[in-house]
């Protein structure tokens, strides 16, 4: 009986949506007015451990368990929870002290964190990945692009964006199994620089270099972006595709301050990221099991930041229906190769990895999360094309 009674109290704090909840001993009840947009199944009595105060989490993880199956849209699910979340306010920052907070605490945590989620295997990310190794939203330039001409797409769109020249040097901060920068070689003759902190990423993207024989070309680094030493090497231009949403609210200054320091003057850098509606923290379950240490930053406390590190807005692009298809096809693929997975793995993971594809594609078809291509000069760059019509044209 308390079980129930502490889940009834936690659902009531739910006001925002709509929703029906059928407990284990077949009694239903209804949140919220109108017609319920979406039904939560017990299928089984949840172990008094697994009731949290925090709703969110306690429901991911009796979903991973297989004592709940939801039914309905998963869009309504997923609005419904971020309808209901609570928000956080910004904090102030003391540059000092965050560096040094970093360099000696969060710095490892960091590495912790990426290995957790990025060092589960190439094998696995193959599976259901596009060849490219692409984990990142893609461009679907048409309704029937497929997911590997939609990766290809993201990223030259990506790279035109950066006005690229022969010779001049790109650093991708974050480059993943490296075909960004692969691919600027491969296009614009640059030299491109790439960092990763997963080592199964930097060993992926280093065999790829050799065998296209692009060593002279493209570096891939195991390495730490603030442990790059600007006055070393300076670049051209930087880009950053997924790799902001990992930094943590307290060092998204310490990150553009980076940037900035190893970006020449009057040099360009695209920021791709994640972006939430309200600050607010990372919800607590995505935060345990998908992705620790993580903070998806808003649009307007990141745009807020670029003044204080002389960085000049030029283009900004929202890829927000690009992502929620990108998903539905990683789960479309993931789907098919549950079983080798789930040897491997376990059920619970299978499930698991299953409510994070399916819940962030509805996340960004509802609109609760965005992603963001900002185009940003350090300084005030007057060489660029009078207009983004250069960015557009085949």
């Not at 969110?56 to 209901?84: C, P, Q």
């Not at 990945?129 to 984990?135: E, G, N, Q």
């Not at 980076?258 to 791709?272: C, D, T």
Request: proline share 2%.
């Amino acid at each position: 009986m308390f079980k129930k009674t502490a889940l009834k109290a936690a659902f009531k704090f739910w006001q925002k949506g709509n929703f029906t909840v059928v407990f284990w001993d077949g009694e239903e009840a209804q949140y919220g007015e109108g017609t319920p947009a979406f039904k939560i199944v017990f299928k089984k009595e949840p172990e008094i451990t697994g009731i949290k105060q925090d709703l969110i989490l306690t429901l991911g993880e009796a979903y991973m368990h297989g004592v709940i199956d939801f039914e309905g849209s998963m869009d309504a699910i997923i609005s419904t929870m971020f309808r209901n979340s609570s928000e956080n306010a910004a904090k102030d920052f003391h540059f000092a002290a965050l560096l040094k907070d970093f360099k000696e605490e969060d710095g490892q945590t960091e590495r912790e964190n990426i290995h957790r989620h990025y060092d589960l295997g190439n094998d696995f990310f193959s599976l259901w990945l596009d060849k490219t190794m692409s984990y990142s939203c893609a461009y679907f330039a048409q309704d029937g692009d497929d997911l590997a001409q939609a990766q290809q797409q993201k990223i030259d769109h990506s790279l035109k964006k950066l006005n690229l020249k022969a010779g001049e040097h790109l650093l991708d901060i974050g480059c993943g199994w490296g075909w960004l920068a692969i691919r600027a070689a491969q296009l614009y003759r640059v030299h491109a620089t790439g960092i990763t902190l997963s080592r199964e990423q930097y060993e992926g993207a280093n065999k790829r270099i050799r065998e296209l024989g692009l060593q002279e070309l493209v570096d891939i680094r195991l390495a730490n972006y603030m442990d790059m030493d600007e006055k070393q090497e300076q670049f051209d231009k930087i880009v950053s595709i997924g790799m902001f949403e990992h930094v943590g609210k307290k060092y998204l200054p310490l990150y553009l301050a980076k940037v900035n320091h190893l970006l020449k003057e009057q040099g360009l850098f695209l920021l791709h990221s994640i972006m939430g509606e309200r600050e607010a923290p990372t919800n607590s379950w995505m935060r345990t099991y998908i992705f620790p240490g993580g903070y998806v930053p808003t649009l307007r406390e990141t745009v807020q930041l670029f003044p204080d590190f002389s960085f000049k807005l030029l283009h900004l692009e929202s890829l927000r229906r690009h992502y929620a298809k990108t998903l539905d096809l990683w789960y479309e693929n993931f789907s098919k190769c549950q079983e080798p997975i789930g040897k491997k793995y376990g059920e619970e993971f299978v499930r698991m990895w299953g409510l994070y594809l399916q819940g962030c594609a509805a996340a960004f078809r509802t609109g609760n999360i965005d992603v963001y291509q900002c185009l940003l000069s350090k300084g005030t760059n007057n060489e660029l094309p009078m207009t983004a019509a250069y960015i557009y044209q085949k």
